[in-house]
């Protein structure tokens, strides 16, 4: 393989020749290992988000590159954890994903991310954002995520509005297509009952259809009795008969 990291050079800033590696798929660590060993680079790997976390905190590597999607802890919020811990709070991290949704991506800076490369991403992408990740000053890196989560926290602002919005078209649609009134074909169909009187068979009359929406609706079926014991009301949903003349 290439040796594509080999004109990657660690600033002075960084005391750390260690680069924790963070993949649940053992031949993707394996391949970026190679490449990172290759440049001189002490390779420290995990399988899950906890044990990156752990490893990150306990070891201080001098760079963080990880999947999005882990088991145990997922990457967005490894990186969430790793931004708010002052040990690992000026590390660089690079974020791998194949989620390739503008809203992905926008969580993925606003965790912390330094770089968010979507997948597939061969070596040679990959040393070219570390090269240039590597280059800036924690306090570049710092203001460039400071201004990229004023950005992402507008655009989840947006989307969470237009969430609601969404949501509130559906319940008034659903209020609009429900109809309400009086029906002798109602939406569940009206029991056999017998009058609580005489006990002779009630004959059906007409039923009621009202409620909120069509989600909630609300059911009433009217009975009248043949030997003039009165008429009757049955409500679906308590499944009650009551006198109502």
């Not at 990150?56 to 997922?74: D, F, K, N, Q, Y």
């Not at 990457?75 to 991290?93: N, Y």
């Not at 002798?184 to 006990?199: F, G, V």
């Not at 009433?220 to 003349?245: E, H, I, M, N, P």
Request: one cysteine or more; a positive charge; glycine letters at 6%.
């Amino acid at each position: 393989m290439p040796n594509a990291l080999s004109s990657i050079a660690v600033p002075s800033h960084l005391d750390s020749m260690l680069a924790l590696l963070v993949d649940r798929d053992d031949e993707s660590r394996g391949k970026y290992a190679e490449v990172l060993r290759a440049s001189s680079w002490m390779v420290e790997q995990a399988a899950d988000g906890r044990e990156a976390l752990a490893k990150a905190i306990s070891l201080r590597p001098g760079i963080v590159i990880t999947e999005a999607r882990l088991p145990g802890i997922s990457g967005i919020d490894l990186c969430s954890l790793l931004r708010h811990d002052s040990v690992t709070a000026g590390t660089p991290i690079v974020m791998i994903t194949g989620d390739a949704l503008p809203a992905d991506l926008t969580r993925a800076h606003a965790a912390g991310a330094d770089v968010v490369l979507v997948k597939p991403c061969l070596p040679d992408r990959l040393a070219a954002e570390i090269r240039r990740v590597l280059s800036q000053s924690q306090e570049v890196r710092q203001r460039a995520r400071e201004a990229r989560n004023a950005v992402a926290e507008q655009l989840l602002r947006a989307e969470d509005v237009l969430g609601r919005s969404r949501t509130i078209n559906r319940k008034y649609n659903l209020k609009l297509t429900h109809k309400r009134g009086d029906t002798m074909t109602p939406p569940i169909m009206p029991p056999s009952l017998l009058c609580p009187a005489c006990d002779r068979a009630l004959t059906y009359q007409r039923s009621h259809v009202g409620g909120v929406s069509i989600r909630h609706q609300e059911q009433w079926d009217y009975f009248s009795c043949g030997a003039g014991c009165g008429t009757f009301q049955y409500r679906v949903r308590t499944r009650k008969l009551r006198k109502v003349l």
